[in-house]
T-cell receptor, first 115, second 114 residues
Framework: SQTIHQWPATLVQPVGSPLSLECTVE??????LYWYRQAAGRGLQLLFY??????ISSEVPQNLSASRPQDRQFILSSKKLLLSDSGFYLC??????????????FGQGTRLTVV | AQKVTQAQTEISVVEKEDVTLDCVYE???????LFWYKQPPSGELVFLIR??????QNEISGRYSWNFQKSTSSFNFTITASQVVDSAVYFC???????????FGQGTTLQVKP
């Protein structure tokens, strides 16, 4: 069966510090991968998505970047965090191709507080 | 361009009332997929239903039902005889069959009071 791992669950970081959030998927190959951010009381904002290794689509110009160094690994990074980067970050995966008619599966999320 | 609009930010009902959550989408794709997710206070996203653009059949699952109408680009969600446990944020989402881009609406917060 497929599983998605996202860590850490919570993170408190000072302004100006770097960030690295990792997401890995098991039990599937060549998935679509997604990073979302949810500010307090707000909706799910798509940050990045990837349909293959090294292929990253950025949706919102901002202080973050994403990388997909391996097929089932998706990393969200920042060189210098801002207060506005605080929020709930969710990673998701979804099957491609013939199995596209399935739902997206989400990690448990990382609650990031920048202080 | 893709867009999902959930115009209702918050809805409050009394238990046992029926409630409909609206979702309107925009896309130029001929192949696309629509979803509803529930987010309880714990934060995880719980999948409820998916529909592809070629399947306009409405669906009923227990107290939940969904009405997909391509003519109005809507995919509305109705909860019959609401319960306190239905209180959550509900998200409608759209997946492009061409690009794989998956976007969500802003969500509707449903509060069911006893």
């Amino acid at each position: 069966s497929q599983t998605i791992h996202q860590w850490p669950a919570t993170l408190v970081q000072p302004v100006g510090s770097p960030l690295s959030l990792e997401c890995t998927v098991e039990g599937t190959s060549n998935p679509n991968l997604y990073w979302y951010r949810q500010a307090a009381g707000r909706g799910l904002q798509l940050l990045f998505y990837s349909v293959g290794i090294g292929q990253i689509s950025s949706e919102v110009p901002q202080n973050l970047s994403a990388s997909r160094p391996q097929d089932r690994q998706f990393i969200l990074s920042s060189k210098k965090l801002l207060l506005s980067d605080s929020g709930f970050y969710l990673c998701a995966w979804k099957a491609q191709g013939a199995t596209m008619n399935t739902e997206a599966f989400f990690g448990q999320g990382t609650r990031l507080t920048v202080v | 361009a893709q867009k999902v609009t959930q115009a209702q930010t918050e809805i409050s009902v009394v238990e046992k009332e029926d409630v409909t959550l609206d979702c309107v989408y925009e896309t130029r794709d001929t192949t696309y997929y629509l979803f509803w997710y529930k987010q309880p206070p714990s934060g995880e996203l719980v999948f409820l239903i998916r529909r592809n653009s070629f399947d306009e059949q409405n669906e009923i699952s227990g107290r939940y039902s969904w009405n997909f109408q391509k003519s109005t680009s809507s995919f509305n969600f109705t909860i019959t005889a609401s319960q306190v446990v239905d209180s959550a944020v509900y998200f409608c989402a759209l997946l492009s069959g061409n690009t794989g881009k998956l976007i969500f609406g802003q969500g509707t917060t449903l509060q069911v009071k006893p």
